[in-house]
T-cell receptor, first 110, second 112 residues
């Protein structure tokens, strides 16, 4: 089967750095993605890792280690607007079937 | 560009009724997806279409059918709605090598 694990909640203060981890078990692996979702909204794409290593996009970075079946999303210089749910997602068999984790709720405090 | 559009935005059904959720994208994407999201949970894949003319089951296909009408449109049908199908339904499309998925605004469905 396929499964992803990520923490259910994380709390951090404005201006800080937070890391959200994701471990996965899949049959076939084509890449790990991260999505952000604000309450009542639709998920929006943040980043994608197809190969091992770090990808940086502005304040957000994402890391992948395929040998450890592990990745993380790093958010720097946290802002109040970063309060949202963050989902990791794995492309599995065939490269199109995408499985999402249950999500990590991030609370940013002043 | 409108991106991914979904209709309707809200719907209330009685148990046993049928309905079709519509989804269209104007980004010329090959792949389209239907997900459901229950409170406090992640997205679960119902069906996907890797390209026009093909559809495949996802994690939770029971009780649903899909049609990839053309490259733009991918509809989801509930033949006999059940209270367990109360959820928010998202349609998405993707076309790049990184499989970045673009989501529609969602349909909030309640089955009484």
């Amino acid at each position: 089967g396929q499964s992803l694990e990520q923490p259910s909640e994380v709390t951090a203060v404005e201006g800080a750095i937070v890391q959200i981890n994701c471990t996965y078990q899949t049959s076939g692996f084509y890449g790990l993605s991260w999505y952000q979702q604000h309450d009542g909204g639709a998920p929006t794409f943040l980043s994608y890792n197809g190969l091992d290593g770090l990808e940086e996009t502005g304040r957000f970075s994402s890391f992948l280690s395929r040998s450890d079946s592990y990745g993380y999303l790093l958010l720097q210089e946290l802002q109040m607007k970063d309060s949202a749910s963050y989902f990791c997602a794995v492309r599995g068999t065939g490269g199109f079937k995408t499985i999402f984790g249950a999500g990590t709720r991030l609370f940013v405090k002043a | 560009n409108a991106g991914v559009t979904q209709t309707p935005k809200f719907q209330v059904l009685k148990t046993g009724q049928s309905m079709t959720l519509q989804c269209a994208q104007d980004m010329n994407h090959n792949s389209m997806y239907w997900y459901r999201q229950d409170p406090g949970m992640g997205l679960r894949l119902i069906y996907y279409s890797a390209s026009e003319g093909t559809t495949d089951k996802g994690e939770v296909p029971n009780g649903y059918n899909v049609s990839r009408l053309n490259k733009r449109e991918f509809s989801l049908r509930l033949e006999s709605a059940a209270p367990s199908q109360t959820s928010v339904y998202f349609c998405a499309s993707s076309g790049g090598h990184d499989n970045e998925q673009f989501f529609g605004p969602g349909t909030r469905l309640t089955v009484l």
